[in-house]
């Protein structure tokens, strides 16, 4: 009976996958306010190609940010001005990290990997909404770009996206 269940839920998955996370964030929530550590969870390939770059793009609102080196790979980053300056224990920010990206690499379409970086929710930042972190995936030549934020449940390539929360502290 749970083999049958199982089946059934995966042939679900297998009718619905475009509307799935193909490159997910996780975890999926955040407070606002507090350091956010978030893995980006690159499922497969390019069509069946090898993922060879992973960029992401760091929106407004989310500030100071380091991105976690990863071995076998090369680190790169595009900084930028903030448009709202951001006070990081008494220093204020005016700019930082605007893109990541990881390069060099070789993930077989077959596996999986995280790419890890984190940073802070700005407190002006709404409570409810999705966050957005739009990641372009490159296979050799083949680029798929992850950057449809219109929350469409039937997007082809969604971009990753953590629910923000009430900062801690203020339960609602
Ligand atoms: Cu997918």
Redesign the pocket.
């Known amino acids: 009976m749970l083999n049958r269940i199982l089946i059934s839920a995966a042939m679900l998955v297998g009718l619905t ?1 475009p509307t ?1 996370a ?1 490159i997910g964030v996780t975890p999926r929530g955040a407070a606002i306010g507090t350091t956010y550590r978030g893995s980006l969870v690159v ?2 390939g390019c069509a069946g190609a090898a993922t060879t770059q992973v960029r992401v793009q760091i929106p407004e609102g989310f500030y100071n940010v380091r991105p976690m080196p990863k071995a076998g790979w090369q680190l790169e980053t595009v900084t930028g001005k903030y448009a709202t300056p951001f006070d990081s224990h008494g220093t204020t920010l005016t700019e930082g990290v605007k893109e990541i990206v990881w390069s060099g690499g070789e993930l077989p379409d077959g596996q999986f990997d995280e790419f890890t970086f984190r940073g802070t929710f700005g407190a002006q930042l709404e409570v409810g909404t999705q966050f957005y972190f739009p990641v372009l995936q490159q296979c050799g030549d083949v680029e798929d770009a992850w950057i449809d934020t219109t929350g469409d449940a039937e997007a082809e390539f969604p971009a990753p996206s953590v629910e923000l929360q009430p900062a801690a502290g203020h339960h609602q």
């Open positions: 996958g799935l193909h499922g497969h």
